[in-house]
């Protein structure tokens, strides 16, 4: 069995170092993809950190419609733990 779990969460970890939380990378991509929005399309939605996990998710389904790759799934493991650390830190915040 190949180790997707294991890939994803030594990634995920990789790119906290590297990139900060997820609640915080993510939530600066939401307020940049929302004022992209508003701006090109007078759209006014308030896209949230793991709304932006979600777009990543179906991206990555996206991709392996069109080319299988293993690459697609780890990244969606690493997708679904960021939402779990959102959450965590929701919880951390009340």
């Excluded at 991509?29 to 508003?38: G, I, K, Q, S, V």
């Excluded at 950190?49 to 493991?77: E, G, H």
Aim: glycine letters at 10%.
């Amino acid at each position: 069995m190949k180790d997707y779990i294991g890939k994803a969460s030594a990634i995920v970890e990789d790119r906290g170092a590297a990139y900060g939380s997820p609640s915080g990378n993510h939530g600066c991509t939401a307020e940049l993809w929302n004022a992209f929005l508003r701006r090109k399309h007078g759209v006014s939605i308030e896209l949230t950190p793991r709304d932006v996990c979600t777009l990543m998710v179906l991206q990555k389904v996206s991709r392996d419609a069109f080319m299988p790759k293993d690459d697609n799934w780890i990244d969606v493991i690493g997708y679904a733990a960021n939402v779990g650390m959102i959450e965590d830190d929701k919880e951390g915040d009340a």
